[in-house]
């Protein structure tokens, strides 16, 4: 804890000039501009591994978290969810105002850690120097400061089937000695869409089918720590599907309960983020990874068609079943009839696409 408050007041000078012709945010994205607080350098990765000719760039923190530095965004004050607009600049979904994305993990009921840029960065986590740095890949790894045994990893990487998704395989790993129970994780980001950033749209969906999940609603400013039980600022938002909700200055949040994990063992799940020039394409991506729950941030007046921009948070590996059909597009009478015959001899097939989890030694 020493090394990150020394860490911390090297760099707590840090100032920028938050852009404040948008609409007017709430106070929590006006209620104090966010230093970066990092245990060392953060990293930005692009969609193609170069800037030039990417659509999707994210920043990660040594801790795992969004909103890093250098900022190569022109509406926000770090890089979190950037995605390149038509004219060239990189237009952020969640860095505008508050640095507020983070995520958060806990075992037994009694020990956390969490990351979030706007909650102090690191509260509990020690983390290692990122590793597998490139131009589109980078890996965190993260302990829990009281029970060092606990470790997570966030591997960053493209996604494997869209060009329009980033994916962060997570494994929480146990080498404590012992179980560990109730482990629970928690993602939660700030939607700022552009360009009414502040005011935007937000949709989430899957909640009913994904068994894992214990919490969801829009209140991305709450904390990610898993042990604070926290609400939507919608009260209709929490632990449902809804569909473009707004204008608000809004959010996700997400909380997993993975049961136990034994001692030596480990539980993976896959993290999204992305954007699209339309909701169309984002649902596209949606399905070509096979996501079970995610959210959509759309800018007011964009709800409908998602143009200009709709940024992506989703998760696979958490229980659920795949959402939205792979884009293939509708199916045929024959595709159909072929579906319904696999469905007489078992379902397996479908079966088989429930899950991307998995335990592992
Ligand atoms: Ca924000
Ligand atoms: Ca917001
Ligand atoms: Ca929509």
Not at 105 to 123: K, L
Not at 165 to 187: E, H, M, S
Not at 266 to 295: D, M, P, Q, R
């Amino acid at each position: 804890m020493k090394s990150y408050l020394s860490v911390a007041a090297t760099v707590a000078a840090f100032a920028f000039s938050n852009s404040m012709a948008f609409a007017s945010p709430s106070p929590h994205n006006t209620g104090g501009l966010s230093p970066i607080i990092a245990a060392g350098p953060g990293g930005i990765i692009y969609n193609t591994g170069d800037a030039a000719t990417a659509t999707l760039a994210l920043g990660i923190n040594e801790d795992g978290s969004l909103n890093t530095q250098p900022d190569i965004t022109s509406n926000g004050s770090a890089t979190g969810l950037a995605f390149k607009f038509p004219d060239g600049t990189w237009r952020d979904g969640t860095s505008p105002g508050c640095l507020c994305e983070g995520w958060g993990v806990s075992v037994n009921g009694t020990a956390s850690g969490f990351a979030d840029q706007d909650q102090g960065g690191a509260n509990n986590l020690t983390a290692d120097p990122l590793t597998a740095v490139t131009s589109s890949t980078v890996t965190s790894t993260t302990r829990l400061t009281s029970l060092p045994g606990l470790v997570v990893t966030h591997v960053y990487q493209p996604a494997n089937n869209t060009k329009d998704l980033f994916r962060a395989q997570v494994t929480i790993t146990n080498n404590t000695g012992a179980a560990v129970n109730d482990v629970k994780y928690v993602r939660v980001m700030d939607w700022d869409i552009p360009p009414t950033e502040f005011n935007e749209f937000v949709t989430i969906k899957g909640t009913t089918t994904t068994t894992l999940l214990e919490r969801s609603h829009n209140d991305g400013f709450d904390s990610a720590d898993p042990l604070v039980e926290t609400s939507g600022i919608d009260a209709t938002t929490e632990d449902v599907d809804f569909t473009d909700k707004g204008p608000d200055d809004h959010g996700a949040y997400f909380r997993f309960n993975f049961g136990t994990i034994e001692d030596g063992k480990s539980y993976t799940f896959n993290i999204f983020y992305g954007a699209t020039a339309s909701e169309e394409a984002a649902l596209k991506a949606v399905g070509a990874e096979s996501i079970e729950l995610f959210s959509l941030g759309q800018s007011n007046g964009g709800e409908a068609t998602g143009a200009p921009a709709t940024y992506i948070f989703g998760f696979s590996g958490v229980g659920g079943t795949p959402i939205i059909p792979t884009a293939t597009g509708i199916p045929t009478l024959h595709e159909w009839a072929l579906l319904l015959m696999g469905l007489l001899l078992g379902g397996l097939v479908w079966r088989s696409a429930r899950r991307n989890g998995r335990m592992a030694g």
